[in-house]
């Protein structure tokens, strides 16, 4: 079974307070969303493969290290999860993006697909899906099931705020996909919302009301 990752780091709690308060207006809610991604991003590539390389610097030869392979590849859960993509592009600029749309049928609660776009090549590259909110798991299961069908080199799932119920769920599905987290709150409410969570995702950072 792979790891759940909570990711401690004094600066990720710090920015995922200021994120949760509802008094965090758009403009901030974006700055915030992007600076912990940043830091989410340095933590899901750290264990990467690297490759060694001959290089010459201004004095002389040395040997270096790069990431191995085809470049990293972040797919997003559309549509909260292109929130996460400016922040994580600024740590790791060349890689490839992919999309997944689904949304969420408010009775059922279960995602419905209507976009599926992914970087060629899969199979060399390592792939992350972000979302930032895993509450009842299923979009999240979703949309590891279409990237896992492209087969790539490896799969990462990151979010910042998760709860029990879609951590079972996401582990029950997907037990090979190592996951991180900021937070793992308290529990899923009838709604479907992570509680105390920090509301719509999706509604904070486009500054849209369900
Ligand atoms: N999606 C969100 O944006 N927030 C939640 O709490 C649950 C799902």
Do not use: W
């Amino acid at each position: 079974m792979a790891e759940v990752h909570v990711v401690a780091h004094p600066l990720v709690q710090h920015k995922l307070t200021l994120l949760r308060k509802k008094t965090t207006g758009t403009a901030d809610f974006r700055r915030l969303l992007g600076e912990l991604s940043a830091l989410m991003a340095y933590e899901v590539t750290r264990d990467l493969p690297l490759r060694e390389v001959a290089i010459e610097t201004p004095v002389g030869p040395a040997f270096g290290q790069l990431i191995d392979g085809k470049k990293v590849a972040f797919i997003a859960v559309l549509r909260a999860g292109i929130g996460l993509l400016d922040g994580m592009l600024g740590v790791v600029p060349s890689a490839r993006v992919g999309h997944v749309g689904l949304y969420r049928d408010e009775e059922t609660l279960k995602p419905v697909e209507y976009y599926l776009r992914l970087p060629r090549d899969m199979r060399d590259r390592d792939a992350i899906v972000v979302d930032p909110m895993l509450a009842t798991g299923n979009s999240a299961i979703a949309a590891l099931d279409r990237v896992k069908a492209a087969k790539p080199r490896s799969l990462r799932f990151v979010c910042l705020v998760s709860c029990p119920e879609g951590l079972a769920n996401l582990r029950e599905h997907h037990p090979d996909v190592p996951i991180f987290t900021a937070a793992i709150d308290e529990r899923l409410n009838e709604r479907g919302y992570i509680v105390p969570g920090l509301g719509d995702a999706g509604d904070r950072y486009f500054g849209t009301k369900a």
